[in-house]
């Protein structure tokens, strides 16, 4: 079974920077992954950020930006704001079939 | 601007099928893959399949016993079948359009894979 994982929570101060990983426990993550990155504010549904590792969709602000980092996909904040708390999924590719991580919930703090 | 709207009945009995159907306006089917996705209370979103334009299906292989994707392109809508419902069936369900851009030709292959456009989402609950 293939598992995708995430940190389930982190806190960050306003005006901070951090980053957020995804893993597999199928190895390395790569592009062949096409890693996804997506954020969900309470009642809402999920809000594309990041596509195929590093690609920003129009409506994603450039404090938003993805990369791999040491085999995981890797979805870093910079100058966050307090609009930015929410919860974040990252989503793999695997041959055909799609897995989420876990998703991790974001502290603005 | 393609905008996605899912239907069908918020309760289901236990061991009844879950009918859901994703009306696609604003663009069509072609082109695209078709997803749906869950989301039970409280917990995080988990994939449950996709369809081609052309009816080509994958499905996640913990529902893929019980479940069907089709696609009716006359009526630019895909629709989600789920027999034999329990409660772990009960979660807000969610339509998105999967893209995929960037053809090589030479390659034969996508070089960027997407989910931009989702639905809002339609809260199904399984109880007798």
């Known amino acids: 079974q293939t598992v995708v994982t995430q940190e389930p929570s982190l806190t960050v101060s306003p005006g901070g920077t951090v980053t957020l990983t995804c893993a597999s426990n199928?190895?390395?993550?790569?592009?062949?992954?096409?890693p996804n990155w997506f954020q969900q504010r309470p009642g809402q549904p999920p809000r594309a950020l990041i596509y195929t590792t590093n690609n920003k969709h129009s409506w994603t602000p450039a404090r938003f930006s993805g990369s791999l980092l040491g085999g995981k996909a890797a979805l870093k904040l910079s100058s966050v704001q307090p609009e930015d708390e929410a919860d974040y999924y990252c989503l793999l590719y695997y041959g055909g079939a799609w897995v989420f991580g876990g998703g991790t919930k974001l502290t603005v703090l | 601007q393609v905008q996605l709207q899912e239907s069908g009945p918020g309760l289901v009995k236990p061991s009844e099928t879950l009918s859901l159907t994703c009306t696609v306006s604003g663009g069509s089917l072609s082109n695209d893959y078709w997803t749906w996705i869950r989301q039970p209370p409280g917990k995080g979103l988990e994939w449950i399949g996709h369809i081609s334009y052309s009816g080509d299906t994958t499905y996640n292989p913990s529902l893929k016993s019980r479940l069907i994707i089709a696609v009716d392109t006359s009526r630019n809508q895909f629709s989600l079948h789920l027999t034999s419902v329990t409660a772990a069936d009960t979660a807000v369900y969610y339509c998105a359009r999967e893209g995929r851009d960037g053809y090589s030709p030479s390659e034969r292959r996508y070089y960027y894979y997407y989910m931009d456009v989702w639905g809002k989402g339609t809260t199904v609950t399984v109880s007798s």
């Open positions: 199928t190895g390395a993550v790569t592009s062949g992954h096409f």
